[in-house]
């Protein structure tokens, strides 16, 4: 049979003093003297007292819980930027609940719903590629919920995000490639969707503009970043009477599909064709034919500010929520890689 922990009313009775003077010795409120405070605080160790959190939260209308939603765990830029979350939000004594919607518009409903039943203070958020409709999101105001996304964010007003400059990320890279004589570029870019992806064909288009270089927009292909549509999308650029004699890619992952593609086709990497992509994830180091560059996008740091935004609005009751939106974009940097 388990043991019954003991509680504030169970100390008061063997201190023969009311329950608040408890209360209040154990939160070490200066109105209670040194003396009591020491024999209610040596008790409740001895007793092993726990506080009781369901009161806790009740009384400070807060769970201390944050929920994270992400497209995929697995990815090693969300793992990074899930650690940026945990030790930003670990420092205020607030608990990550994570889940992941696979890119599923339904999954992505269901766990928000989940989150909210569960009172989370606030949700830290990365859409998924295939999402468009947006009022499961903008529901969440209704209750009060602050929300910040990073990284992948939905094309919404007045919100609080975080982001990488792909923009300007992109440009230096196309940049990058015009340096050393490619004027034949491709751009395997994400779903039109995205707002990551409309960024990223600006910066391809600033950098043609600022070299006074015209750009074919025949170039530029939109993907749902999965292995296959990677190789439709190489088939396509490679097709073209201008075959093109580099290509950026939206991520790490799609530069090693495509790659993979090129030495299928008997095309030797950064020779017959060269790739520069975003993310610079730790494994791109160790392929045998590494893209030339990978834009850096610092997904800790995204992860830590978007999480220092929501740990604010939750602090402040979300009471300038519709006051004005956080937006922070996180400078890129484009990493060259020794060939």
Do not use: W
């Not at 040596?42 to 939260?57: D, G, M, S, T, V």
């Not at 696979?102 to 269901?110: L, R, S, T, V």
């Not at 392929?287 to 604010?312: N, W």
């Amino acid at each position: 049979m388990l043991k019954k922990l003991p509680t504030i009313k169970e100390i008061a009775k063997r201190l023969n003093i009311s329950a608040s003077t408890v209360s209040r010795a154990l939160h070490e409120h200066p109105r209670i003297g040194l003396r009591t405070r020491m024999r209610v605080q040596q008790l409740a160790k001895e007793l092993n007292y726990q506080p009781n959190q369901r009161a806790i939260f009740f009384q400070q209308s807060k769970t201390f819980t944050i929920g994270v939603l992400l497209p995929e765990l697995s990815e090693a830029f969300f793992s990074s930027a899930i650690s940026g979350i945990e030790d930003a939000a670990h420092k205020k004594d607030y608990t990550v609940l994570l889940a992941q919607s696979h890119d599923d518009e339904e999954k992505e409903k269901k766990i928000l719903e989940t989150m909210k039943k569960h009172r989370v203070d606030g949700i830290l958020m990365s859409i998924g590629k295939n999402i468009c409709n947006y009022d499961h999101i903008q529901s969440l105001k209704n209750y009060g919920i602050p929300v910040v996304f990073f990284d992948r964010i939905p094309k919404l007003s007045n919100i609080h995000y975080v982001i990488a400059d792909v923009q300007g990320g992109t440009k230096e890279a196309v940049d990058f490639l015009l340096k050393k004589g490619h004027r034949k570029i491709g751009m395997i870019n994400g779903p039109e969707s995205l707002l990551a992806s409309r960024q990223r064909v600006q910066g391809y288009i600033d950098a043609f503009q600022k070299s006074r270089l015209k750009f074919d927009p025949l170039f530029i292909v939109s993907s749902n970043l999965t292995a296959q549509n990677t190789e439709e999308a190489m088939q396509y650029l490679l097709s073209l009477k201008r075959k093109p004699t580099a290509i950026v890619t939206f991520n790490d992952y799609v530069a090693l599909d495509a790659i993979q593609y090129a030495k299928k086709m008997q095309l030797e990497i950064n020779k017959d064709i060269s790739f520069v992509s975003f993310a610079n994830l730790p494994f791109i180091h160790y392929l045998d034919s590494p893209p030339l560059a990978s834009v850096e996008q610092y997904p800790y740091l995204q992860g830590e500010k978007a999480t220092e935004i929501l740990l604010d609005l939750i602090a402040k009751n979300n009471d300038e929520e519709n006051a004005f939106s956080q937006k922070v974009i996180v400078e890129s940097k484009l990493v060259v890689f020794p060939q």
